[in-house]
């Protein structure tokens, strides 16, 4: 048996300061060096960093039953409680069946018109104020946010949607300090009842989510039996374990979305051709657009549309790492793993690993878009990670992904006020902007009917 290689000697401090400092562009050059994967040089910590997308299926799909949530969870659990981020594998098994429903094929569809008429209206605001220098990652969250809210939990947040965002990335940042801190410091002082300044922050945003959590539930439950999310689970769980996976579904949904969309739009305002293909395809369908609106059956023909958001998926992987513990020694690829050791799966290495993309007909870390050949064929590509641990609400964030890209597009033209070739990003939860990015939205001469 083998097992995955160190780092040389000289490589340590690279790797620690890197990961801690400048973490995407560290992850890239691990994967360059080291596309298998690569022993991760942490105190106190067995980490395997797992590049090569068969190690990745072994974990997360084909074995996926050896391996629980990782050290890290238990942070996320301080915000959350035991949920669909958190459990492990046989509560997380209860809570996923419980949840199913909300996100099965025909309910997802259902919310098409719901999320296509919201999308709409916050852009007609875009047109009524002009849009000129506005905050785009922000104003993209609020909107997400507001969107799940009248989907899922059919609940009006859009008053509340500032507050939720502030709270969660306070507390993203938070979870993220203490998960990588080797000597985790903030637990101990927790264990000791020290209250950091950063700690009281950290709960009263975990407070303040908890406490919209719960009036979602009251106003859900006090309407009588529908289709919403409290009511689809209130059978299924307690009214504590409910609360959970509304928040993890609150987070994980709304999350994903904004800064997906955030990314693609940042990479069509340097590729504006494809703003014009995905326009011309709008056009060449634009009787049944105005007539029926985006459907299914419409977004399903627009391939350029499609091959735009798969592609900005691969590249900006919104989920960085999923990590894993192995319950019992295993073998992956060869490699010989000890029970208690720690697996990170990074979908944006992954994804950007020249390695795994020799069909490419350009470098996997640019934004090249291909209808003909979408990432999605390739095995390297996942996004909402692999497995039975699979995003349950990949369907969702894909309809709500190319609604609001082609409205967005198709109505504006979008000028980021950034002159630099990137964004810097920061590795949390998701990947975020770290900068505040403003942008102006021109309204375009021709608005379509169906908006």
Not at 235 to 243: H, K, P
Not at 262 to 280: C, G, M, Q, V, Y
Not at 354 to 375: C, G, I, M, N
Request: glycine residues 6%; proline residues 6%; aromatic residues 8%.
């Amino acid at each position: 048996m083998k097992s995955l290689p160190l780092p040389r000697f000289w490589e340590i401090p690279w790797f620690l300061i890197g990961l801690a400092v400048s973490r995407l562009k560290t992850l890239d050059a691990i994967a360059a060096r080291y596309p298998w994967g690569v022993q991760l040089p942490l105190p106190g910590r067995a980490v395997m960093l797992w590049i090569a997308p068969e190690a990745a299926d072994h974990v997360l799909q084909k074995n996926a039953g050896n391996y629980n949530r990782s050290f890290d969870s238990k942070f996320l659990a301080d915000l959350m409680g035991d949920g669909l981020l958190t459990a492990t594998i046989e509560r997380w098994r209860e809570y996923r069946k419980a949840v199913q429903p909300v996100f099965h094929r025909g309910m997802i569809l259902s919310h098409g018109p719901t999320m296509q008429k919201k999308l709409s209206r916050h852009l007609d605001g875009w047109t009524a104020r002009g849009a000129k220098d506005f905050d785009l990652a922000d104003d993209l969250t609020d909107l997400a946010i507001t969107v799940i809210g009248l989907t899922v939990f059919d609940f009006d947040l859009e008053s509340k949607a500032a507050d939720i965002s502030s709270a969660l990335v306070l507390a993203q940042r938070y979870i993220y300090g203490r998960a990588m801190d080797p000597f985790n410091i903030q637990g101990r002082l927790v264990k000791l009842g020290i209250r950091t300044p950063g700690r009281k922050r950290f709960e009263k945003a975990a407070r303040l989510l908890k406490e919209q959590a719960e009036t979602i539930m009251a106003a859900e439950l006090k309407n009588g039996p529908g289709r919403a999310f409290f009511s689809t689970l209130r059978n299924e769980l307690s009214a504590e374990a409910a609360v959970s996976q509304a928040l993890a579904v609150l987070l994980a949904g709304h999350e994903t979305i904004a800064v997906a969309l955030f990314w693609t739009l940042f990479e069509l305002s340097k590729h504006p051709e494809w703003n014009d293909r995905i326009r011309a395809e709008m056009n060449t369908h634009r009787e049944q657009i105005n007539r029926e609106g985006l459907t299914s059956e419409v977004l399903a023909q627009l391939r350029s549309l499609r091959a735009v958001v798969e592609e900005s998926l691969r590249l900006r992987s919104p989920v960085w790492s999923v990590g894993r513990e192995a319950i019992a020694d295993d073998v992956v690829g060869g490699v010989t793993v000890r029970a208690g050791s720690t697996h990170m799966i990074s979908p944006y290495a992954t994804q950007r690993c020249s390695k795994y993309w020799t069909q490419r007909k350009a470098d996997p870390k640019v934004f090249h878009p291909d209808p003909e050949q979408l990432p999605s064929s390739n095995p390297a590509y996942f996004p909402f990670s692999r497995g039975p641990r699979r995003c349950v609400g990949e369907q969702f964030a894909l309809q709500e992904l190319m609604l609001a890209l082609a409205l967005i597009v198709d109505r504006f033209d979008i000028q980021f006020h950034w002159t630099a070739p990137d964004v810097p990003a920061s590795a949390m939860i998701t990947v975020r902007p770290n900068r505040k990015v403003r942008v102006t939205a021109t309204a375009r001469s021709y608005r379509p009917s169906h908006s």
